[in-house]
Every structure is written in C-alpha cells, then in structure tokens.
C-alpha cells in the first residue's frame, strides 16, 4: 500500500523553462511535507518542505503547492537548470507515525541545455 | 555536505551471512533513522533511534535491528540474508530543533548473492 506516490518516473525539460513534479498521497495524518533532491552516489538532501496549515512555501526558484482537499502537491522549479538534474523525492511525516518519513517512488528530472 | 558518514561504500555478501552497516552522524545528531532504498524506488524506512533507544519501526522483521551510541554513530545489523535484501542503505540524521528535517549520508549499496 503505497501512501506516497509519484506517477511520473522520469521528467525532461528545457533549460529554462518551468519544471513542475508531481506528488499524490492517501493519508490524511500527514501533516510535513518535504521534497529531496538525490544525485547518483549521493544521499538524498533536503530542499523544500511545507507544513498543513499553508498551501504554499518558496524558497528561491523552488515553491511547493499543497492541496489538502485533493491530497496532492508539486514541486515548481523556475527557471530549471542543467544542475537540477537529479531524481526528485517526495515525502510525509505524521504524528500518527512517530515522525518518520514515507517516502514516494521518485522522478527524474532531466534540464538540457 | 551533511555531516553523516556511511561505510562500507559497497558491500558484498552471500544469501544466510550476517551484516553489519555503519553510520557516523554529527554532535546534536540525537535522532538517526535507517531507510532501505530497492532499485527504482524510494527509500523505506527501517527504524529510528532516539539517544540510543528505538523510538519507532517500518515493516521489516526482527533479522533488521540497529544501535546508537553516545557518539552519534549508529549501526544496522542484518541476519539471514536473502536476496531482496540487496539495496541502498541510508542513515539520516537529524536535530532536535529541526525536526523532519533528515540529514542523509551517501548510503551502502549491499548486494546479496
């Protein structure tokens, strides 16, 4: 039973231009949202997170939407460069969990130049 | 860079031996939680350590247990392997003040045969 999912395994896009990843969950205990960023060899590092009580949180080129009626949110990069390419992760937190993390399937993103 | 070490790098091991994985987080580090990342799919989580006592644990059997130590280092211990236990094995860290907020070291990639 997969609480987190992330239906786009791989993304390209142009230098430039808007990424948007996608991320879909069923458990309505989540409360934190966090997205994590994964070059090959390397652990996954933390880039954006977002609480329940906002819909949306920026940070430089990334912005994370949450829609708590729909239980989706996306990760906005804007302008994408070449260095966002990496694999994208999703992932919740809940009380009801003891804080830990679940995680999504991951996306790929490719920027080309 | 986030702080936390994982060695060995790579690991190989036959299907029934015994292993031991190791994790070095920094000071303040006091929560340090193990995932298990299969080919193609996000990290899952194993258990979590708070000041050296298990403080919550995915669904994984009793061969998966772990240590903390006083000096921010930790351990996952695996018995009986079987093949699907290949995978990435990731520590993370995180403080006290930033909770959710995990730290990842770059994982051991151990591969049963």
């Known amino acids: 039973d997969q609480q987190v999912k992330q239906n786009s395994p791989s993304l390209s896009v142009q230098e430039g231009r808007i990424s948007i990843l996608n991320c879909d969950y069923t458990?309505?205990?989540?409360?934190?949202f966090l997205w994590y960023k994964k070059y090959p060899a390397e652990g996954p590092t933390f880039l954006i997170s977002i609480s329940s009580i906002k819909d949306k949180n920026e940070d430089g080129r990334f912005t994370v939407f949450l829609n708590k009626s729909a239980k989706h949110l996306s990760l906005h990069i804007v302008p994408s460069q070449p260095g966002d390419s990496a694999v994208y992760f999703c992932?919740?937190?809940?009380?009801?969990?003891?804080?830990?993390?679940?995680f999504g399937g991951g996306t790929r993103l490719m920027v080309k130049p | 860079e986030t702080g936390v070490t994982q060695s060995p790098t790579h690991l190989i091991k036959t299907r029934g031996q015994q292993v031991t994985l190791r994790c070095s987080s920094q000071?303040?580090?006091?929560?340090v939680s193990w995932y298990q990342q299969a080919l193609g799919q996000g990290p899952q989580f194993i258990f979590q350590?708070?000041?050296?006592?298990?403080?919550g644990r995915g669904n994984f059997p009793p061969r998966f247990s772990g240590l903390q130590f006083p000096n921010y280092s930790s351990e996952l211990n695996v018995n009986a392997l079987e093949l699907d236990d290949s995978a990435l094995y990731l520590c993370?860290?995180?403080?006290?003040?930033?909770?959710?907020?995990?730290?990842f070291g770059p994982g051991t990639r151990l591969t049963v045969l």
């Open positions: 350590y708070y000041r050296e006592e298990e403080n």
């Open positions: 992932a919740a937190s809940g009380e009801d969990a003891g804080n830990m993390l679940t």
């Open positions: 993370a860290g995180e403080m006290d003040s930033l909770v959710d907020t995990q730290y």
């Open positions: 000071s303040g580090h006091n929560t």
């Open positions: 458990n309505s205990m989540f409360d934190y």
